[in-house]
């Protein structure tokens, strides 16, 4: 092996062992990081909740005269009658550490009851809509995707789609507000969707 070869592979070496050494120190202090939020957020005091941004569901403006022979309809129709007496809020994006410290870990069991009430919440909007749209009714799964954004869903396919749906009537100046709701999502699946949508329609 020659002097040179012989150099390349021991400073290809030497730099391996760094980055990796260099990733370990990331990690250790992430972790590190987590668990003292973690202990921090065992140790906080029950706060209110009067104040937090619940959800209500105008069921009367939803379309639930159509496709009432339909049982995936009816399972939606259904899901949502019974939302409607429960405790809904949009925590998607945070982490039960999160909640603890906002808010003091007796309430835990609790924040995580509403943002369950609202993860079945968007995901059945999304699910009613798409029966809708493939029966042809998309002025009416437009209101209902129009109410999901303006809960903040993190569900792609509601902003896809609704967006398509404002194109096809020619109300394309709406684009933006779509982006603009992407953009101030706390879930990671909002850089997923702004991208797309401004890679759809780069004119805005």
């Known amino acids: 092996m020659t002097f040179p070869v012989l150099a390349s592979l021991i400073i290809l ?15 250790e202090r992430a972790e590190r990081e987590f668990w003292a939020r973690e202990h921090r957020s065992n140790n906080v005091r029950r706060k209110s909740l009067d104040g937090l941004d619940y959800i209500t569901i105008p069921l009367e403006t939803f379309p639930t005269h159509l496709l009432q022979e339909d049982p ?6 259904g899901i949502m009658e019974s939302l409607t ?7 998607t994006g945070w982490s039960n550490t999160d909640l603890k410290l906002e808010y003091g870990t007796a309430n835990i069991t609790l924040l995580s009851e509403y943002d369950q009430n609202f993860t079945v919440l968007v995901r059945t909007l999304q699910k009613w809509a798409d029966v809708l749209i493939a029966a042809g009714h998309m002025d009416e799964a437009a209101v209902l995707m129009e109410y999901a954004v303006n809960i903040h869903t993190d569900i792609s396919s509601t902003y896809y789609r609704l967006a398509e749906y404002w194109i096809s009537q020619g109300d394309a100046s709406r684009i933006p507000q779509l982006i603009q709701t992407a953009e101030s999502l706390r879930s990671s699946n909002g850089n997923v969707i702004v991208r797309h949508l401004k890679d759809s329609y780069p004119d805005f």
């Open 85 to 91: 007496s429960r405790k809904i809020v949009n925590f």
């Open 72 to 77: 995936v309809v009816l399972e939606c129709i």
């Open 13 to 27: 070496t030497l730099v391996i062992s760094i980055s990796i050494k260099r990733q370990s120190r990331k990690r």
